[in-house]
């Protein structure tokens, strides 16, 4: 498509540009995108509108049904529709120009909009088609409404998993840990892309350690006393890790980035590894010598994880808390 790099690095600019353009002026793009955090995935947000645009499209559907409510339920149905047009368009540019070489975007947007173009009236006829046999009765169209917008979000959660994406996220991030700790190995953007859930991307993975991250320091580490603890176990780091009840708190200082990140996730993946295998319980000597093997490993690791193509620079945690002091 005109890049002038590999296409997996070409894919992988949509987040940190879409990250950027969304700081500058994302939050004017309408009421939707006030309500999205700037770091979170633009897939993320490419499928929440397409299901809200389902939403819309299924109210309108169904505003005959309510005569007495009808244009709250229609005019619902249609604010819907255009607040995901709207978040659904403002993808689009960052995508655009993350394959574009100097001085073709324009060709770009305008072969994008063009095949846009062809599948809505494609699609329109299909409609025309479908309105004038299965669905011309309510039950048809109840009946097929949904096998279609299933069908519509299953296309979108398959063409957003197509394109590896090179930054760290938190669920990229566990798994991509996970895979060192099994094998010694780390997988590439390309070998998770089919793996990641796009519908449940806050999921814990048990060999990575169950890290959650991003939560409220009062969440996270109970007592001041811990927090002292913690300091004193992790000097100079970014990170902070907590176990506690099968999980990992990991918090993140304001400006750590995706080596920070992996760090704290390989000393919880290390630790939940020898709670598991010795059967002691979680406390500050495990994390000790988890930390001690992370030093060990952790030159290799990310050299391997850079090789691999990803990008440590930063680490997009969505709407996750981060500390400093």
């Given at each position: 498509?005109?890049?002038?790099?590999?296409?997996s690095s070409c894919a992988a600019a949509w987040e940190p540009e879409w990250t950027q353009s969304r700081r500058v002026g994302g939050y004017l793009v309408?009421?939707?995108?006030?309500?999205?955090?700037?770091?979170?995935?633009?897939?993320?947000?490419?499928?929440?509108?397409?299901?809200?645009?389902?939403?819309?499209?299924?109210?309108?559907?169904?505003?005959?049904?309510?005569?007495?409510?009808?244009?709250?339920?229609?005019?619902?149905?249609?604010?819907?529709?255009?607040?995901?047009?709207?978040?659904?368009?403002?993808?689009?540019?960052?995508?655009?120009?993350?394959?574009?070489?100097?001085?073709?975007?324009?060709?770009?947007?305008?072969?994008?909009?063009?095949?846009?173009?062809?599948?809505?009236?494609?699609?329109?006829?299909?409609?025309?088609?479908?309105?004038?046999?299965?669905?011309?009765?309510?039950?048809?169209?109840?009946?097929?409404?949904?096998?279609?917008?299933?069908?519509?979000?299953?296309?979108?959660?398959?063409?957003?998993?197509?394109?590896?994406?090179?930054?760290?996220?938190?669920?990229?991030?566990?798994?991509?840990?996970?895979?060192?700790?099994?094998?010694?190995?780390?997988?590439?953007?390309?070998?998770?892309?089919?793996?990641?859930?796009?519908?449940?991307?806050?999921?814990?993975?048990?060999?990575?350690?169950?890290?959650?991250?991003?939560?409220?320091?009062?969440?996270?580490?109970?007592?001041?006393?811990?927090?002292?603890?913690?300091?004193?176990?992790?000097?100079?780091?970014?990170?902070?890790?907590?176990?506690?009840?099968?999980?990992?708190?990991?918090?993140?200082?304001?400006?750590?980035?995706?080596?920070?990140?992996?760090?704290?996730?390989?000393?919880?993946?290390?630790?939940?590894?020898?709670?598991?295998?010795?059967?002691?319980?979680?406390?500050?000597?495990?994390?000790?010598?988890?930390?001690?093997?992370?030093?060990?490993?952790?030159?290799?690791?990310?050299?391997?994880?850079?090789?691999?193509?990803?990008?440590?620079?930063?680490?997009?945690?969505?709407?996750?808390?981060?500390?400093?002091?």
């Open positions: 498509m005109g890049c002038n790099m590999p296409e309408s009421p939707f995108c006030f309500f999205w955090e700037p770091s979170q995935a633009i897939s993320d947000l490419v499928l929440v509108a397409d299901v809200l645009y389902d939403l819309g499209t299924g109210l309108e559907v169904l505003s005959p049904l309510c005569p007495h409510l009808f244009l709250e339920v229609a005019g619902l149905g249609n604010f819907a529709k255009g607040m995901a047009v709207v978040a659904a368009r403002a993808t689009r540019l960052p995508i655009y120009s993350s394959f574009a070489r100097e001085g073709n975007l324009s060709d770009l947007f305008a072969k994008g909009e063009a095949i846009s173009t062809l599948f809505n009236v494609v699609g329109l006829g299909a409609g025309i088609q479908l309105a004038s046999t299965v669905c011309s009765s309510m039950q048809g169209k109840l009946i097929v409404g949904p096998l279609l917008s299933a069908l519509h979000i299953y296309s979108v959660v398959q063409e957003m998993r197509a394109a590896p994406v090179n930054t760290l996220n938190p669920q990229r991030t566990a798994m991509v840990v996970a895979d060192f700790v099994k094998s010694g190995k780390v997988s590439s953007p390309a070998d998770l892309r089919y793996r990641e859930n796009l519908l449940f991307p806050n999921r814990l993975i048990e060999e990575a350690g169950n890290v959650v991250v991003g939560q409220p320091i009062r969440k996270a580490i109970k007592k001041p006393q811990k927090l002292k603890e913690l300091r004193e176990a992790f000097p100079n780091e970014k990170f902070l890790v907590n176990r506690r009840s099968e999980k990992t708190y990991m918090l993140l200082e304001q400006s750590a980035t995706g080596e920070d990140a992996l760090r704290g996730w390989l000393v919880a993946a290390f630790a939940a590894e020898m709670e598991r295998s010795s059967g002691r319980g979680s406390g500050q000597a495990v994390l000790h010598e988890a930390y001690e093997k992370m030093e060990r490993v952790f030159p290799s690791f990310v050299a391997q994880v850079k090789a691999k193509g990803w990008y440590t620079d930063q680490f997009l945690d969505g709407s996750g808390v981060r500390f400093a002091y």
